[in-house]
């Protein structure tokens, strides 16, 4: 249901919009879009991932090499110093 907001001394109806963060589960669609709405903040960037047909697909905007190379591997460092976060609490166990 839109909620009613006053703007300007007037009654307005908006949606209300909730945008989530990245997270670990989002699907292509989700990260692609919110990397999308904040493309404007990037100066580099570096796509990586594997088509429908199993192939492997990297596209990179213009982009020094030695930079992609050192984007790539502080990417893989970052991968592995990754844990996922214990969400066990967040759950009330058998309720």
Not at 61 to 81: F, G, Y
């Amino acid at each position: 249901m839109p909620e009613l907001r006053i703007i300007d001394g007037t009654p307005t109806e908006e949606p209300k919009v909730v945008e989530l963060g990245a997270h670990s589960n989002m699907s292509v669609v989700e990260c692609l879009e919110l990397n999308n709405r904040r493309a404007a903040e990037f100066t580099e960037v570096i796509v990586i991932a594997f088509h429908q047909d199993g192939s492997f697909i990297v596209n990179a905007s213009h982009i020094k090499l030695p930079l992609a190379n050192w984007m790539i591997d502080h990417a893989k460092q970052h991968v592995m110093d990754y844990k996922e976060p214990d969400r066990s609490k967040d759950f009330l166990l058998g309720a």
